[in-house]
């Protein structure tokens, strides 16, 4: 059936539909936003909403078809739709239009596209109340176009389009509320930031382009990935410094040490923003990013080892910092930045198909916590603070059955999605012999499983805050309760596709990515001790998660005396480390008074204006000067000069 | 005693002399003007001269220019004076001092 | 008729605005908003003349040399010639040239309310400057031209100018002057030296002694660097952007830069390829200096218009990154900025003359939270900033990211440093959108702004448009130089 259909629909046709159709969706929803505001119509919510989310939909079944399609496929498992036209290039070398759905892709797009539907399906009620719905569905549209050109880009360049896409629609979505001025201003850090991750992702190109112009003919696309690829020997010399530069990328997209400071604050825009793009999706391009050149990487074992690092010292630290969050939005966010350090560690320690694994079940589960805040603000009438909170279970009963299913995933309880990433990740760090980044990270995912809880036991049990809103709304709306709840079945069966040998399962997740990334860069350990440590691991996420439990929604007081004892370290917490006030008193704030103070008013105003260009008219009124006291007025006077000046003309001649 | 082109050179620088010394010194603009006109006087008589031992008549074509530049110059330079005079009631050239840039 | 105009269409176009200049000046004074109506339809007139030649360029096209080329004795004892012709990069100049005067007549529609007249005259006359000395293909037709645009700037900026206009002007017209004289005296040397040479096809050919060229190489990339401008000689340009009426600061930043970078790629590396491989480690640093320091000056601005003229400073430091690199990929890219430059940044200039007309401030502090009561407005400041600061997928991009390969393939802490210019122009123009548009409105005179009009609707729409077009397809504009800039390569010997 399906194939009789295809028969009238190329591949490559169906292929550009999939960011399309998003990209319409955008338009038509930015048209109608604009026309609103200067006429007395107004779309209805119904018509931008169905536009809305019917777009990413049809591009999630184009992308499951696809996917059905290149599963059949014999050989290479992947579709593309070759270059499409040339977009720039040189004399020997060109970037070309194309997009690639291959294994790792495919997931990816599944995963972009099918939360993506569902979140845009909330939106439709959450932001059922706001002017701005239209435009709001603009940017979220806009949004998915920009993340599926990431996505689907068969060149380093185009990738690099959509990173930047991604970005900007992040930019305009956190500050989406812009009247309010910090929220514009997260947005703009959120850019700026991703700004400084772009520079290094810039150059990190630039290594590889150099490298492989000896090797193009004219015309050949040497930045796309297939040609990198088969190239990539070529690479070797400039490996480690184009992998650090691309991985300074990474670090600013998917928020890690040291530029995870904008995620944080990006929880300004509105919850299913955070849900879909802060949390699902575009932090994770990093990881795509990483995974997508994994050839490249595998070159340059010290990039991968800084990789391991970072990801691990982010996972611990975020961790830490989420302990203490009052909001639980940012709970969330710190949450996200640690579990992106935990896909990271897995990359660095060469375990690629493992960290697009926990890519996957992370949308599932995080998408899953964040549309829950969600819809706890939206009934405490925009609450964001725990401490507001209590005992919502009885007043919200769908919302925390799913979440709590959420959080029994991220802390990695079997058998959620959570416990089968997380716990591939920790086994690939202990058996690819990294004991001490293994012991940090269980010790984060001892965290986790502690802030999470702790959220839990602050926002569901115990008594209500009568300091916080007094009427709860009830979750009476289907566009925003559906998406939990497919999300929740999603975070309990989405690790089943990577279950390990060791339980006895198939891991049909590492079989399907298999052929694109290289064999286990180390030794595979004992089944044995890969199935204790699963126990392991689960254990210590469940004492953590009992702990924070037992703190938070049994004895609050307890909590409260932990904290006033270690009171310079809570501090510390409280305050994040200063890392934004180091950032602003080392970086931003000398450059605002360099560029003021040294460039504008003393190198422009006064070396070059006052001194050079007024100095050169100072010197030539100095000759005015002169010039103006020997003209006397007085003919006279002239005549002399005149006779004086021929008698030395004449004497000069003569002599 | 034959006179030469010397002679004539002579006389010529001293009627030359004595017109710079009359633009110099006199403050009157009727004889500054006079003195001008010496001057021009001088040049003629050493371009005749010149002429007349080269046996070539360019030097007397020049001359003739000289007599209509003088011309125009002497009314161009009267009708200044006349106008100074009106303006200042006098043709003392130090009081006249507008010149100045 | 038509092989006629088919065969003179370069000349046709350099000369049709002043054909307007006359028809203009004998409008009799209480008619004088005619003028306006008058000098539209013949820039518009040129435009279309100016895509009629671009139809013929594509027609007679040869690879590598100039096409459509005029050549009449001028002053034949002197060997000056009316020698006009172009290749692709002159093509693209005098397009975007003939594109962005009747936009900026436009949007002087109504800011303009005194001597309309001369106004639009004076316009007309630096679009006949500006089209000459991109088609002039002889050294003395050249400095003509490149005269004949400055003085009627000076007057726009000088007597239709903000508060310190005169000032303005006057360094305007000096720096401008003082760069322009030495390169007349170069013009002299390399005519005297090349045995009465003026032509530049045959000049091209011919090779200087490098201790000449090296002295005739500064005095034309002095004139050309002020031109540009490049750091350290750019002072010039904030007051003038700033003090300029919004037509003039459209044509200065759109087009009136471009001649000199234009200038370096015609004239001063062609002609001096010895001395421009002396001095190309000095070329590298000052543009890789100026869009650092342009942008973080930039970043500091209290004045909107000071803001986006130092940015120029920025963006036309890729420029020259680009040029100076000497690579295909440099030289291309730094072809593409020209043209977006001049798009984008003429664009912010009408937004700011359009919000300017409402509440004639132009410091940014009177601003804030004007998003909400002017969303159009807001919308169009937006996307242009965005394709202002580079996003992927609008027109700077592609030239940006080009622009820094070359740097890169010329010394890789050039193109490293260049791109921390990238960072700092999203910084400063997401500032400046923080700034003016986001959080309350805290001017209440800000209340009651009027958002876009028609008028000021179709002066914006076609320039957005471009730049989704040449974002997403720049071979738009590399196709038809491609040929030239590695003409140009080779004349430089690489």
Request: glycine fraction near 8%.
């Amino acid at each position: 059936m399906i194939e009789q259909l295809l028969q009238h629909i190329s591949i490559p046709t169906l292929m550009c539909l999939i960011p399309l159709l998003p990209l319409l969706g955008a338009i038509a929803n930015g048209k109608m936003y604009l026309f609103s505001t200067r006429s007395q119509w107004k779309p209805s919510h119904a018509l931008s909403g169905t536009i809305a989310v019917v777009m990413p939909l049809i591009s999630f079944l184009i992308v499951a078809v696809l996917f059905y399609i290149a599963m059949g496929l014999e050989d290479s498992h992947s579709v593309s739709t070759g270059p499409l036209f040339t977009w720039f290039g040189g004399t020997q070398w060109a970037v070309t239009i194309g997009l690639k759905l291959d294994q790792l892709s495919l997931i990816m797009a599944l995963v972009v596209t099918g939360v993506g539907s569902l979140i845009h399906l909330y939106s439709v009620g959450y932001m059922s109340h706001d002017d701005g719905f239209a435009k709001y569905f603009a940017y979220l549209n806009l949004f998915l176009f920009f993340m599926l050109l990431l996505i689907l880009g068969d060149s380093l360049p185009l990738m690099f389009v959509g990173w930047e896409g991604v970005g900007l629609c992040s930019y305009l979505l956190i500050g989406f509320w812009f009247t309010d001025i910090e929220k514009a201003k997260a947005g703009k850090k959120a850019f700026i930031v991703n700004r400084i991750g772009d520079f290094g992702f810039v150059l990190g190109i630039f290594f590889i382009w150099q490298a492989l112009q000896p090797t193009a003919q004219p015309g050949d696309a040497i930045l796309s990935f297939s040609y990198i690829s088969t190239h990539a020997a070529f690479l070797a010399p400039v490996a480690t410094a184009a992998t650090l530069l691309l991985f300074l990328g990474a670090t600013g997209k998917s928020a890690q040490i040291p530029l995870y400071v904008w995620l944080p604050d990006a929880m300004a825009g509105p919850t299913p923003v955070s849900a879909l793009i802060h949390a699902a999706t575009m932090v994770t391009a990093g990881i795509y990013m990483v995974a997508r050149l994994n050839f490249l990487f595998v070159l340059a074992p010290t990039t991968l080892n800084v990789i391991a690092i970072v990801g691990c010292a982010t996972a611990f630290f975020a961790a830490t910092m989420g302990l203490v969050q009052d909001d639980i939005k940012k709970v969330l966010a710190y949450s996200t930045v640690s579990q992106l350090g935990f896909m990271f560690l897995a990359l660095g320690v060469g375990a690629f198909s493992v960290a697009i694994f926990h890519v996957m079940t992370h949308a599932f589960f995080k998408a899953l916590l964040f549309l829950g805040s969600g819809s706890v603000i939206h009934a405490m009438d925009g609450e964001q603070r725990l401490s507001m909170y209590g005992g919502l279970r009885k007043h919200l009963p769908v919302t925390f059955t799913t979440f709590l299913i959420g959080t029994l995933a991220i802390a990695g309880i079997w058998p959620f999605a959570g416990f089968f990433s997380k716990d591939a990740i920790l086994w690939h760090v202990y058996s690819s012999g990294h004991f001490w980044l293994w012991l940090i990270a269980t010790l984060a995912a001892g965290l986790t499983a502690f802030y999470m809880f702790r959220l839990v036991g602050l926002a569901f049990f115990g008594k209500r805050n009568p300091a916080g809103p007094h009427h709860v709304h009830p979750e009476n709306s289907v566009t925003m309760l559906l998406p939990l709840v497919v999300l929740a079945v999603l975070s309990i069966i989405g690790g089943w596709v990577g279950v390990p040998h060791a339980m006895g399962g198939h891991d049909h997740i590492m079989t399907w990515l298999a052929p694109l990334f290289p064999t286990a860069l180390h030794e595979a350990g004992n089944e044995s001790t890969e199935l204790f440590m699963g126990l392991g691991s689960m254990t210590w996420g469940a004492i953590w998660a009992i702990i924070a439990w037992i703190l938070y929604s049994q004895h609050r007081g307890w909590a409260d005396q932990m904290a006033a004892r270690f009171k310079r370290c809570y501090t510390l917490l409280v305050n994040l480390y200063y890392v934004d006030q180091i950032y602003d008193a080392v970086v931003v704030q000398p450059l605002l008074w360099f560029s003021r103070s040294v460039l504008w008013q003393t190198v422009d105003a006064v070396l070059i204006d006052k001194i050079l260009v007024g100095g050169s008219a100072r010197i030539a009124r100095l000759f005015g000067r002169v010039g103006t006291a020997m003209e006397t007025g007085l003919v006279p006077h002239y005549v002399f000069l005149l006779v004086l000046g021929s008698v030395v003309v004449l004497g000069w001649m003569i002599l | 005693m034959e006179i030469t082109v010397h002679h004539y050179i002579v006389i010529s620088c001293l009627l030359f002399i004595i017109g710079i010394f009359g633009v110099l010194t006199r403050r009157n603009l009727l004889i500054i003007l006079m003195s001008v006109e010496l001057m021009l006087s001088a040049a003629n008589l050493a371009l005749v001269a010149f002429s007349r031992f080269s046996s070539h008549l360019d030097g007397q074509v020049a001359v003739l220019f000289v007599f209509i530049i003088a011309a125009a110059e002497a009314a161009v330079g009267l009708g200044i004076v006349i106008a100074a005079f009106r303006h200042t009631s006098g043709v003392r050239v130090t009081s006249w001092k507008e010149l100045k840039g | 008729m038509i092989p006629w105009i088919a065969s003179h269409i370069l000349t046709i176009t350099i000369f049709l605005p002043l054909v307007g200049v006359l028809p203009i000046m004998m409008l009799p004074r209480r008619f004088e908003e005619g003028s306006r109506a008058i000098a539209l339809f013949f820039s518009l007139i040129t435009f279309i003349a100016s895509l009629a030649m671009w139809w013929l360029y594509q027609i007679n096209a040869v690879d590598n040399g100039f096409t459509l080329i005029e050549q009449h004795p001028w002053i034949p004892t002197l060997n000056f010639q009316y020698f006009v012709g172009i290749d692709g990069v002159s093509l693209l100049m005098i397009v975007l040239t003939t594109l962005l005067i009747p936009l900026a007549i436009l949007g002087a529609w109504n800011e303009i309310k005194t001597r309309r007249k001369e106004f639009m005259g004076l316009i007309l006359l630096t679009e006949v400057g500006l089209l000459g000395a991109f088609a002039a293909l002889d050294l003395f037709l050249f400095y003509v031209f490149w005269e004949l645009m400055l003085i009627p700037m000076y007057f726009l900026v000088g007597i239709w100018g903000g508060k310190h206009r005169i000032m303005a002007a006057m360094k305007l017209l000096i720096y401008t002057l003082f760069g322009s004289l030495l390169m007349l005296v170069a013009i002299f040397v390399v005519y005297a030296k090349s045995g009465y040479q003026m032509n530049l096809i045959d000049l091209y050919q011919m090779k200087l002694d490098p201790g000449i060229q090296l002295w005739c190489f500064m005095a034309f990339a002095l004139a050309f660097a002020i031109k540009v401008p490049l750091w350290p000689v750019h002072t010039w340009l904030p007051d003038a952007h700033t003090e300029a009426p919004t037509a003039g600061s459209v044509i200065l930043a759109g087009v009136f830069l471009k001649v000199g970078a234009y200038g370096f790629y015609r004239i001063a590396m062609p002609l001096f390829p010895d001395a421009v491989l002396q001095a190309q480690p000095l070329l590298m640093s000052l543009s890789v200096i100026g869009i650092v320091v342009g942008a973080l000056v930039a970043m500091i601005q209290p004045d909107m218009k000071r803001l986006i003229a130092y940015s120029s400073v920025s963006h036309m430091g890729f420029v020259m990154l680009g040029l100076a690199s000497l690579t295909t990929e440099g030289v291309e890219g730094a072809v593409l900025q020209l043209v977006n430059h001049g798009i984008s940044t003429g664009a912010l200039f009408l937004l700011i003359g359009i919000i300017y007309s409402r509440t004639h401030t132009r410091q940014i502090s009177d601003y804030g939270g004007i998003a909400k009561v002017v969303p159009w407005f807001s919308a169009a400041f937006i996307f242009v900033a965005l394709s202002s600061a580079g996003l992927p997928g609008l027109n700077n991009f592609v030239g940006e990211f080009l622009t820094l390969m070359g740097g890169f393939a010329y010394g890789k802490v050039y193109g490293v440093i260049a791109a921390i210019g990238v960072i700092l122009g999203a910084a400063y123009l997401l500032w400046l959108v923080e700034r003016v548009f986001f959080g309350q409105v805290t001017n209440e005179h800000n209340k009651t702004l009027k958002d876009l009009n028609p008028r000021e609707l179709t002066l914006l729409i076609p320039l957005m448009l471009l730049m989704v077009v040449f974002g997403v397809y720049p071979k738009l504009l590399l196709d038809p130089c491609m040929g030239s800039i590695s003409t140009f390569l080779q004349l430089m010997g690489r």
